[in-house]
Nanobody, 123 residues
Framework: VQLQASGGGLVQVGDSLKLSCVVS????????WAWFRQAPGKEREIVAS????????YYADSVKGRVTISRDNAKNTVYLQMNSLQLEDTAVYYC?????????????????WGRGTLVTVSS
């Protein structure tokens, strides 16, 4: 199973981006999706997560109200819509799957990681 994240780029403060993460090489039928991010010099942190089957959602306080996570089970894809981007949102964004379905999952709970997509917010 491989996860491929895409949609990152260079944007300005206040802009929006939509990240996508698709599963290949298998079918994701249980557990939860998660988006993490890692800014330069900082630890990887949870951004949002969504349960694959039940749909319950978690958002980190730092992004609550600006970010929406959604999934398309038929396409084995999870999305992260980010609005009103701020300088502090600059990071590499990683998608992951926690087969145990944690909401939110911890770093050690992630069974599969995507490679990451870079989001750079400039002023």
């Amino acid at each position: 199973v491989q996860l491929q994240a895409s949609g990152g780029g260079l944007v300005q403060v206040g802009d929006s981006l939509k990240l996508s993460c698709v599963v290949s090489g298998g079918t994701f039928r249980r557990g939860s999706w998660a988006w993490f991010r890692q800014a330069p010099g900082k630890e990887r942190e949870i951004v949002a997560s969504i349960h694959r089957n039940w749909g319950n959602i978690y958002y980190a306080d730092s992004v609550k109200g600006r970010v929406t996570i959604s999934r398309d089970n038929a396409k084995n894809t999870v999305y992260l819509q980010m609005n009103s981007l701020q300088l502090e949102d600059t990071a590499v964004y990683y998608c992951g799957i926690d087969l145990s379905g944690g909401i939110p999952p911890g770093l050690i709970d992630i069974d599969y990681w995507g490679r990451g997509t870079l989001v750079t917010v400039s002023s």
